[in-house]
């Protein structure tokens, strides 16, 4: 996993989270989210090279929480592989959920692939103590050669 990020690509993300926070929040966890910070992952087994744009809870520490929270998304990614191996170059992937003292209390997901989802995050408790929002956005990396 390593962060990394260009002008272009911060430009992209900031666009897409932006859409996401104008949508129906009926539905969705509701806390104001912090800047997000992008993650690049690499293919593991059937899971495609892809990034991941993730936000937390303003006011949270994004760069202590960005190795746990991308590490158990990206194992849930290998769980429900189609997350992102159905997703076209320009489609993203949005997992929006709470965590309330570690355990998972909203999730908002494609139905397609929700149970899955839902299954993974609460498999366990997080190491997240209080109240957390978070945004994660994946899409594919495409290379160049594609």
């Known amino acids: 996993m390593r962060a990394?990020?260009?002008?272009?690509?911060?430009?992209?993300?900031?666009?897409?989270l932006l859409c996401v926070s104008c949508g129906d929040r009926e539905h969705e966890p509701r806390g104001?989210?912090?800047e997000p910070a992008l993650v690049q992952l690499d293919a593991a087994g059937s899971t495609a090279r892809y990034e991941?744009?993730?936000?937390?809870?303003?006011?949270?520490?994004?760069?202590?929480?960005v190795a746990p929270i991308s590490g158990r998304l990206h194992r849930?990614?290998?769980?429900?592989?189609?997350?992102?191996?159905?997703?076209?170059?320009?489609?993203v992937a949005t997992l929006r959920f709470s965590l309330s003292n570690g355990v998972v209390t909203e999730l908002l997901a494609s139905a397609e692939v929700e149970a899955c989802v839902a299954s993974e995050l609460g498999s366990r408790p997080w190491n997240v103590p209080g109240k957390l929002d978070v945004l994660a956005q994946l899409r594919p990396v495409v290379s160049e050669d594609e």
């Open 76 to 91: 849930v990614v290998q769980v429900c592989p189609t997350l992102v191996s159905e997703l076209g170059p320009e489609q």
């Open 32 to 34: 104001e989210l912090g």
């Open 4 to 16: 990394s990020l260009d002008s272009c690509t911060w430009l992209s993300w900031g666009i897409i």
């Open 52 to 65: 991941m744009a993730l936000a937390v809870s303003r006011g949270a520490k994004l760069d202590e929480l």
